[in-house]
């Protein structure tokens, strides 16, 4: 669809009064809000912005004007509202906004927190809990890690097929198990733990430490916030495109035939059989992959079938013969 549909302000036909519009200037939308500077620094727009407009400001920074809109009323008024703009962000935009998030996040933000909570807590052997309070957090920064870069690796390069017009055929968004809810549950114990059971050693100010938690709520409540964007407005998206794609592919004739039987492997299957070469439980496998362990138990039959190979180690053997990894990479028993 054009600019100009994506640019026609049609949310007070919702009776939403409240609503950002592209005529509101951007300087009242962040005063209204200022949770939102983040999501416009993540649109890579500028402050110094004036009397303009959201329009305005959206154009100049080559930002999608309808994405911007629906990210910061998405954030405003709740996941609500986001069915009304999944058809109409534009997936190139949003896709960019999501990438400088992770960022963001993995750059920034929880590197900036753990430097915080060194300086807060003694984390000297003789202090236990601040060695524990540390570890944990250290974990929890390692599971966002994975989650992120996963998703970079996997599900913003499968949308940029989708958006060159490629039918992909090997994987779709539902196979994509979200975890966004233990990510937020690992930092409500995490405070929990240092609200409860950490006390600050003698003769040592306690401000560092609320100024860390302080950081680490507002972490949360931004990580929060970006999930839920993923899961009400991102992802229902990419099935539409899917879709799209799918129905432009048939039409053009593209997959009008039925294609043969291929003893090929898709790039999901290389991927767990990567995994399992490796020495990984099927557990695991689900863990690595974002994926339920059913699906690794369909995928891995699937692969049986295909190749007709039964144990480890013959895929161990076709793995390495087909390069999907090298021999240093596994552990010969």
């Known amino acids: 669809m054009c600019a100009e549909f994506y ?27 200022p949770s939102l500077l983040q999501m416009i620094c993540r649109f890579g727009i500028q402050l110094g912005v004036g009397d303009k407009t959201v329009r305005e400001v959206c154009e100049a920074a080559n930002v999608d004007t309808t994405t911007f809109l629906a990210v910061a009323n998405v954030m405003k008024q709740g996941m609500a509202v986001a069915p009304f703009y999944v058809e109409k962000i534009d997936m190139t935009t949003m896709v960019k906004h999501l990438k400088v998030a992770h ?4 750059d920034f933000q929880l590197l900036h927190i753990r430097r915080k909570l060194l300086e807060a807590i003694d984390c000297s052997r003789q202090n236990e809990v601040a060695f524990l309070i540390l570890k944990f957090y250290d974990e929890y920064m390692s599971e966002v890690r994975k989650h992120m870069e996963y998703e970079n690796r996997r599900i913003f390069v499968h949308v940029e097929r989708l958006i060159a017009g490629e039918n992909v055929t090997d994987f779709r968004i539902k196979q994509y198990s979200k975890s966004h809810d233990g ?5 409500q114990e995490l405070k929990n733990i240092i609200i409860k059971y950490y006390t600050p050693s003698e003769g040592t100010s306690s401000d560092l430490l609320c100024n860390v938690l302080f950081s680490i709520y507002n972490c949360e409540a931004d990580l929060r916030a970006h999930c839920e964007m993923e899961d009400a407005l991102f992802f229902p998206a990419v099935e539409l495109l899917e879709e799209k794609v799918a129905a432009q592919a048939i039409e053009q004739g593209v997959v009008a035939k039925s294609d043969p039987p291929q003893e090929s492997l898709s790039d999901r299957e290389k991927e767990i059989v990567s995994c399992i070469v490796r020495g990984m439980t099927n557990k695991e496998v689900a863990a690595n992959l974002y994926i339920s362990i059913n699906t690794v138990l369909t995928h891995r039959k699937n692969i049986s079938r295909k190749l007709d190979i039964h144990s480890v180690s013959g895929l161990t053997i076709y793995a390495i013969v087909n390069g999907i990894v090298k021999l240093d990479e596994i552990t010969l028993q």
Not at 103 to 106: H, Q, T, W
């Open 183 to 187: 990510m937020d549950r690992k930092l």
């Open 7 to 33: 640019a026609v302000p049609l949310l007070p036909m919702m009776n939403m009064s409240v609503s950002y519009t592209e005529y509101d200037k951007i300087s009242d939308v962040i005063s209204s809000q």
């Open 103 to 106: 960022e963001f996040f993995l």
